[in-house]
């Protein structure tokens, strides 16, 4: 008998440590598998999220608010506060 091995990137997109994880509805067929789509309902703590900031129509910052990615937050992103792209 042989045993397979399937080694998985630490970062691998698709695993998540949130069991409520939803991939963000951004139109394609697949969804965005980087945010979750609850992101703003949610709020769960402990869990990566990147900011987003949302415009009016003269440009100016309305609301700045986190897409979370469903990963656990590691000691050195603790304080890590990037803009999701």
Partial sequence: MVDIIIN?????????????????????????KKYCNLSFQCK??????????????QGEIVVQDYLCTGKKVLI???LKDEEAR
């Avoid at 698709?14 to 991939?23: G, H, N, Q, T």
């Avoid at 769960?44 to 129509?57: L, R, T, W």
Wanted: aromatic share 14%; hydrophobic share 30%; charged share 35%.
């Fill in 76 to 78: 050195e992103e603790a």
């Fill in 44 to 57: 769960q703590v402990g869990y990566y999220s990147e900011y987003c900031k949302f415009f009016n129509a």
């Fill in 8 to 32: 998985k990137p630490k970062d691998d997109i698709l695993d998540k440590d949130c069991m409520d994880f939803v991939p963000l509805e951004d139109g394609t067929i697949i969804g965005e």
